[in-house]
């Protein structure tokens, strides 16, 4: 495919796209006013401050200064390549075109890792097997008296790794994987480097996202205390345990259509839910929940519904959580545990199918799980005890947006720490007052790396927010300005010219396409942050020719003193020192009368 074809091709996805849709399929987006915001996902934001304009087709972050179209948001997002992103973005809009076909091609991070997804692969085909040997028959009927069916062995990939001492190594060598590859997934131990890591347990393979195995987790069958219970696959190029969320291809799948995620404890957590029908559901597999995991989860954009275990490292664990949920904006309500201490495999095993539904729905917000905690951690019983659990309380009050819930939370409050709902009240009120944070919701003139503009560089900022807004400003550009000396303005003029030569209009998000398929385009990435910066502003100056004589005004008066410094220059070649300081001299005095002569005229008239 040409170059021509392929971004006319971009384009028209582009336009097929609906931004607000697109984002809102990663993120969760409000509307305000014309436009939408939402917590921008490129930097550690805590107030939205991610503007998506539906009327121009662009975002922008007025924090951190990200910008672009649907298919530079993709491409960010989901880190990829300019071509990944257009098919990922057609995906998602349903766009059909052959030519999409030719750019589906791996990119080199994906050939190069490859060879390590195939060999996990064939190691986890091996595992399945080993199960149904007669030395897996002890992990068969361990998984089968746990409740799983042959059915949700095969769904999961369950297996066992055998004993037997380097068969899985042979086996997968004679499958044609170097000795190379086998070593950097680190599967192996022993001094030739042959013995399964995880030989003799039962295993649960880790998917990626797109459900390639990248990982096991393997567990032991005896009663032996000296090894670990549970021992994971070793960090490699393609497996890093904190980052992982087990059972995160399936629910990704449902979790859409249901509207929610449950995040669990461990591997029989989420085989217990799936017993009752929810299949959108994923566990932490033992690692501490970081923002690797709200970063995933904030792409699923759905509500999260935390149902750790109801024991007491289960419960804290649920407000570390909850925290770092509430922090990041992401939508989440808890399951209140209420006095009980299994967890939702061993609700499942001992009380069945309809006990274990009704623990999943008893869903409460943060605020009233929190109150809970603080109340049942707590004795209570002395002044300290008691403002200490309502110091706690005011940062998680303050963040309710609803008056009556918070209403109804001041006075649990009130009851639960026995102090006069008035003083309550009044202590939230101070606590507010003194934490209120202005949140900037449309910052109006957003160029904080270009703080210093001189006067002609404001002149041409003013003409090219004029040429964004009004085409009769590109007009005027082309017939009287020709050039800019900004060289981010510069360039941003020029496509704009160029596109609006192409197509008679103006498209704002097509002119990102532009910018963003260029071939070397030079301050690329500062370009387009900066023309989506211009794109977004409130207070854009209104087309007149008095503006635009005045901005030329300015654009002619920076032009003649470079070339006046260009002739200093030619005349001081060759010159020598003394020679040099007269011509500078008399430089000095030319400049200063026509100032003068300048500043007369403009008094006259």
């Known amino acids: 495919m040409s170059q021509i074809d392929q971004k006319t091709l971009f384009d028209d996805i582009v ?81 059909r075109d052959e030519r999409l076909e030719n750019l589906q091609k791996k990119s080199p991070l994906q050939i190069e890792l490859s060879p390590y997804f195939e060999a996990m692969k064939d190691l986890a085909s091996y595992y399945q097997y080993g199960l149904l040997t007669d030395e897996g028959k002890q992990a068969y009927d361990y998984l089968k008296n746990r409740g799983l069916s042959d059915e949700m062995m095969n769904k999961y990939g369950l297996g066992y790794a055998l004993n037997t001492p380097g068969a899985s190594h042979e086996y997968l060598v004679k499958k044609g994987h170097l000795v190379r590859v086998l070593e ?81 404890e461990g591997f029989m957590d989420v085989f217990a839910l799936d017993h009752i029908g929810i299949n959108s559901a994923v566990a932490l597999m033992g690692t501490a929940f970081s923002k690797d995991h709200i970063r995933i989860l904030r792409q699923l954009n759905v509500e999260i519904r935390l149902a750790l275990d109801g024991d007491a490292a289960g419960q804290l664990a649920m407000m570390k959580v909850a925290s770092l949920l509430d922090e990041a904006g992401l939508k989440f309500k808890m399951v209140d545990a209420a006095g009980e ?69 001041l006075a649990k409050l009130a009851s639960l720490s026995g102090f006069a709902l008035a003083s309550i009240k009044r202590s939230y009120e101070n606590f507010a007052a003194k934490n209120a944070q202005e949140i900037s919701a449309y910052p109006s003139d957003y160029h904080p790396e270009r703080e210093t503009l001189r006067r002609f560089t404001m002149a041409e900022r003013y003409l090219l927010q004029a040429m964004i807004a009004d085409e009769r ?57 900066e023309f989506s910066t211009l794109a977004l502003q409130k207070n854009v100056p209104n087309y007149s020719i008095e503006a635009m004589d005045e901005y030329k005004a300015a654009i002619d008066e920076e032009r003649e003193e470079k070339l006046a410094k260009m002739r200093l220059e030619n005349l001081q070649k060759g010159k020598s020192d003394d020679e040099k300081a007269q011509i500078f001299n008399d430089y000095l005095k030319a400049r200063a009368k026509a100032q003068m002569m300048k500043k007369n005229s403009d008094g006259e008239s």
């Open 15 to 95: 336009r097929q796209a609906n931004i607000v849709d697109v984002i809102s399929s990663y993120i969760n987006v409000e509307r305000q006013g014309r436009n939408h915001r939402a917590l921008c996902p490129f930097h550690d934001d805590k107030n939205p401050s991610l503007m998506i304009s539906d009327d121009k087709q662009i975002f922008k972050c007025f924090v951190c200064g990200e910008g672009g179209n649907a298919l530079t948001f993709v491409q960010k997002y989901e880190k990829l390549s300019y071509r990944q992103a257009a098919v990922k973005l057609a995906n998602l809009i349903g766009y």
């Open 341 to 409: 201490k299994r967890d939702s495999d061993e609700i499942y095993l001992e009380s069945g199918s309809d006990a274990l539904l009704a623990y999943l729905n008893n869903l409460i917000t943060y605020p009233e799980f929190a109150l809970n905690y603080y109340a049942n951690t707590n004795t209570l019983t002395n002044l300290a005890e008691r403002r200490d659990f309502v110091a706690k309380m005011m940062p998680i009050i303050q963040k309710i947006t609803s008056p009556l819930i918070r209403e109804e939370i």
């Open 473 to 529: 400003a590109i007009t005027y550009y082309e017939q009287h300005i020709k050039y800019f000396y900004d060289d981010i303005y510069r360039i941003i003029a020029e496509y704009l010219l160029d596109y609006y030569h192409k197509y008679e209009k103006l498209e704002i998000a097509g002119v990102i396409n532009d910018l963003q398929s260029a071939d070397n385009l030079p301050l690329q990435e500062e370009v387009i942050q």
């Open 184 to 264: 950097d997934l680190d599967l192996f131990v022993g001094s030739d480097k042959t013995t399964d890591r995880l030989h003799g347990r039962v295993i649960f393979p880790i998917t990626d996202i797109n459900g390639q195995t990248i990982g096991f987790s393997g567990r032991i069958l005896s009663g032996d205390k000296t090894q670990a219970k549970y021992l994971n696959s070793s960090e490699s190029k393609i497996f890093h345990k904190g980052t992982i969320l087990f059972n995160l291809a399936n629910a990704a799948k449902v979790a859409k259509r249901d509207g929610y995620v449950y995040l669990v």
